[in-house]
């Protein structure tokens, strides 16, 4: 690991070097570019550097330990025990930063939430979830965009497709996919009873035309009128866009924009993205229940939470986290389960690699 961490300290210098000159400045895409994979590496090489300072001065105090006067020994014991406490956090903090880092971390997410078992209710927590991601991403700097919504006569949501946009937005947000259980009294409900309803939330890793290639002669594309509110416009132009990949049957409708060019656009963005990730999950299946990680893909298509509203709690299965801050969660507060999952994330990962299961 030592050898490893001595190459990045050095790239990290050539990468200062290279943005210190002047002609790399001629190349905005390169400054871009040589800033990434610093501010990428700046957090293992400081904490590495720091590591190389506390064990600098330790071998000091070792050295003090066996000579001087007794009561300088004893200093010098006292101080080396406080150091090396100091190096067990840093090389722990250093194992944690060079695990392999997922390369969809750092993209756009595609967002997919339908109503499950459960009716009308289903369609109205939804519609909550929506609105917590919403409220969660505009917290978190992110941005959002609706890319589809198909909603019900109560204000409940069908089905939405949204984007969600900024750095790291796929790494927070990973988790989210799978089953997500609802357990309250609904407001149709008279007798007070508790209903259990269902929503699924798929998390795509939004991909463009460049690195996944959509081969247009497998392609059909329909125009229909949009459903819903929008005005005579919306009524009476064919602006909305159906797209079907035909090997796979998949399908994506896009009719948010009022511009058919538009729709058209992000109906293939989702496409794209959607046969990216059934492609990668295929990938992932090829490997051995040991190596996957429980947190991340490995479960998807479980139940992954429970969100009961007469005892205020959230559970997460995967992890055993339970949470009663439940309006706090739904009005966006997601940080403490995300933490907690991502934590629970590097915790398998490290477990693997002591077992020899990442190179």
Do not use: W
């Not at 904490?47 to 020994?73: E, N, T």
């Not at 150091?83 to 695990?99: F, N, R, V």
């Not at 990668?280 to 991340?296: F, K, Y």
């Amino acid at each position: 690991m030592t050898e490893r961490l001595e190459q990045l300290n050095q790239r990290y210098d050539e990468l200062s070097a290279r943005l210190s000159a002047p002609e790399t400045y001629e190349d905005p895409a390169l400054v871009a570019k040589l800033n990434k994979e610093q501010r990428e590496l700046e957090p293992v090489v400081m904490c590495y550097r720091q590591l190389q300072s506390v064990q600098r001065v330790a071998d000091d105090l070792v050295q003090l330990m066996h000579d001087g006067d007794p009561a300088l020994q004893e200093m010098a014991k006292e101080e080396y025990a406080d150091h090396k406490y100091q190096i067990d956090i840093l090389q722990k903090k250093l194992s944690l930063l060079l695990l392999p880092k997922d390369p969809d971390d750092d993209r756009d997410v595609i967002m997919e939430i339908r109503a499950g078992v459960g009716g009308e209710e289903a369609a109205l927590f939804a519609h909550s979830l929506h609105r917590m991601y919403t409220m969660y991403a505009a917290a978190a700097g992110f941005t959002t965009e609706v890319v589809s919504l198909n909603t019900t006569e109560l204000g409940g949501v069908k089905e939405v497709v949204f984007t969600v946009s900024g750095e790291g937005a796929y790494a927070r947000l990973k988790y989210e996919s799978g089953v997500h259980r609802v357990q309250r009294v609904p407001e149709t409900e008279s007798g007070g009873r508790i209903h259990t309803s269902t929503v699924t939330v798929a998390v795509l890793p939004q991909v463009d035309d460049v690195e996944f290639d959509l081969d247009m002669s497998e392609i059909r594309i329909d125009t229909f009128r949009s459903s819903g509110a929008g005005g005579q416009h919306i009524n009476k132009t064919e602006s909305a866009i159906r797209v079907t990949h035909i090997p796979t049957g998949t399908v994506v409708e896009c009719q948010d924009e009022r511009s058919q060019y538009k729709n058209k656009a992000r109906a293939l963005s989702v496409l794209r993205s959607r046969l990216y990730e059934a492609k990668r999950m295929e990938q992932e299946s090829t490997i051995s229940a040991q190596r996957r990680s429980q947190v991340g893909s490995g479960m998807r298509n479980e139940r992954i939470r429970t969100y009961n509203f007469p005892q205020g709690r959230v559970t997460d299965h995967r992890i055993g986290l339970t949470i009663y801050q439940i309006e706090s969660v739904m009005d966006g507060n997601l940080n403490p389960i995300l933490d907690a999952l991502a934590n629970a994330d590097r915790a398998e990962q490290l477990s693997r690699q002591g077992e020899g299961g990442i190179e």
